[in-house]
Nanobody
Framework: VQLQAFGGGLVQAGGSLRLSCAASGRTFNTAGMGWFRQAPGKDRKFVATLSGSDNATYYADSVKGRFTVSRDNAKNTVYLQMNSLKPEDTAVYYC?????????????????WGQGTLVTVSS
């Protein structure tokens, strides 16, 4: 089972990026999925989560209204659309998956992790 996150890069403040998380080895179409980020020298923090049962979403206050998490079941891929990016969004972004369908903000409840993709937002 493998998750691969990609789509990061350098973008100016106010710009947009779309991160992708491609899964292989099993289907994650009904799995709870999450995105986390880790800024330099800081702990990994919750960004967004997506339920595997009803696709309900939940976001950290810092990204609410700017980021959108979604999935494409045909491609076994989850996305994080990031708009109106700010310098404080700079971090390595990780996708994660659960063995169950529930969504959660808690890092330790995720069973699979991608390798991370770097997002840098310049001011």
């Amino acid at each position: 089972v493998q998750l691969q996150a990609f789509g990061g890069g350098l973008v100016q403040a106010g710009g947009s990026l779309r991160l992708s998380c491609a899964a292989s080895g099993r289907t994650f179409n009904t799995a709870g999925m999450g995105w986390f980020r880790q800024a330099p020298g800081k702990d990994r923090k919750f960004v967004a989560t997506l339920s595997g049962s009803d696709n309900a979403t939940y976001y950290a206050d810092s990204v609410k209204g700017r980021f959108t998490v979604s999935r494409d079941n045909a491609k076994n891929t989850v996305y994080l659309q990031m708009n109106s990016l700010k310098p404080e969004d700079t971090a390595v972004y990780y996708c994660a998956a659960r063995s169950s369908s529930g969504s959660t903000i808690f890092r330790h409840l995720y069973d699979y992790w991608g390798q991370g993709t770097l997002v840098t937002v310049s001011s």
